[in-house]
């Protein structure tokens, strides 16, 4: 059974910093380009950002709206994924969920999210 | 970057009823594109991929058509449980996008 395990959500001020972090299991986790999906409370779903695993390389992308403030990095030796966020804002506010899969597989398994809370 | 509109935004419907959901696309994404359900407090679960390919374990009420720039998602025979909102996503390329959603509510 594949299982996303969030983590590292929390309150954090504006302009702090926040690492999220999610432990994967039940697949090859290097077969998967992994994202992260977020949610602003009451609010749509919003594409974060992703990384792939290829034998040449490893290509990311972002979202305009947190690229140059967050830092998308995975361990595949740990099957974890990871979320460096810097320079939050109250935008930043939301649920984030560890999204696996691209391309024909895209979304096809979530985690449960973690809230990080952007307030002073 | 690709921007998804769906529509309507918001609709009410009966039990039974059929109901079809559309997503446009600001310019082609070929099939690239998914379905996904999500119920107040819970994780979205995705429900057709590829425009048309029904995920796993999903009811053969849910379907979903179309190519390039206009797709729909049906869902005949409406059940209780499928009261939630519904999302669009294209990964034809990035940045992925999503649709603002649908909220489906009982009539």
């Known amino acids: 059974e594949v299982q996303l395990v969030e983590s590292g959500g929390g309150l954090v001020e504006p302009g702090g910093s926040l690492r999220l972090s999610c432990v994967a299991s039940g697949f090859t986790f290097t077969s998967y380009t992994m994202n992260w999906v977020r949610q602003a409370p009451g609010k749509g779903l919003e594409w974060v950002s992703s990384i792939s695993y290829r034998r040449v390389g490893t290509y990311i992308n972002y979202a305009d709206s947190v690229k140059g403030r967050f830092t998308i990095s995975r361990d595949n030796a740990q099957k974890s994924l990871h979320l460096q966020m810097n320079s939050l804002t109250a935008e930043d506010t939301a649920v984030y969920y560890c999204?696996?899969?691209?391309?024909?597989?895209?979304?096809?398994?979530w985690g449960q999210g973690t809230l990080v809370t952007v307030s002073s | 970057d690709i921007q998804m509109t769906q529509s309507p935004s918001a609709m009410s419907a009966s039990v039974g009823d059929r109901v079809t959901i559309t997503c446009r696309a600001s310019?082609?994404?070929?099939?690239?594109l998914a379905w996904f359900q999500q119920k107040p407090g819970k994780v979205p679960k995705r429900l057709i991929y590829t425009a048309s390919s029904l995920q796993d374990g999903v009811p053969s009420r849910f379907s979903g058509s179309g190519s390039g720039t206009e797709f729909t998602l049906t869902i005949t025979s409406l059940q209780p449980d499928d009261f939630a909102t519904y999302y669009c996503?294209?990964?034809?390329?990035?940045?992925?996008?999503f649709g603002q959603g649908t909220k489906l509510e009982i009539k």
């Open positions: 996503l294209q990964y034809y390329n990035y940045p992925y996008s």
């Open positions: 310019q082609g994404i070929s099939h690239y």
């Open positions: 999204v696996r899969g691209a391309e024909e597989a895209a979304g096809d398994s």
